[in-house]
């Protein structure tokens, strides 16, 4: 299972990124895919998750990022393997490394596992 990241890069605060994700490979199913970020010395956190359920899709977002960033997916197929995140308002506090992330099932029979991919930067001028 690979996720490969894109977006990023330098810009202003108040200004607007987006981030991408796909997810590839050996996949039955998918719970979620969602954005996490790190700064130097600081513990990984949640930005947003998008679930794919089967009575429907949810979204969670962390409280710092609430209203500024939104999270969405690729509706072409049931299988949640692309996801978007669209990064308004941007202050110089979101600066960070952004991973990607996805909890699914490898097989119909096995246990749900994590999977990460590559960081991406997102540096926030002020």
């Known amino acids: 299972v690979q996720l490969q990241a894109s977006g990023g890069g330098l810009v202003q605060a108040g200004g607007s990124l987006k981030l991408s994700c796909v997810a590839s490979?050996?996949?039955?199913?998918?719970?979620?895919m969602g954005w996490y970020r790190q700064v130097p010395g600081k513990e990984r956190e949640l930005v947003a998750r998008f679930f794919r359920w089967t009575f429907g899709d949810t979204t969670e977002y962390a409280d710092s990022v609430k209203g500024r960033f939104t999270i969405s997916a690729d509706n072409s197929g049931h299988i949640l393997h692309t996801i978007d995140l669209q990064m308004n308002l941007l202050k110089p506090e979101d600066t960070a490394v952004y991973y990607c992330?996805?909890?699914?099932?490898?097989?119909?029979?096995?246990?749900?596992?994590?999977?990460w991919g590559q960081g991406t930067l997102v540096t926030v001028s002020s």
């Open positions: 992330a996805a909890t699914l099932w490898t097989r119909e029979d096995s246990g749900k596992s994590d999977y």
């Open positions: 490979g050996k996949i039955f199913s998918v719970e979620n």
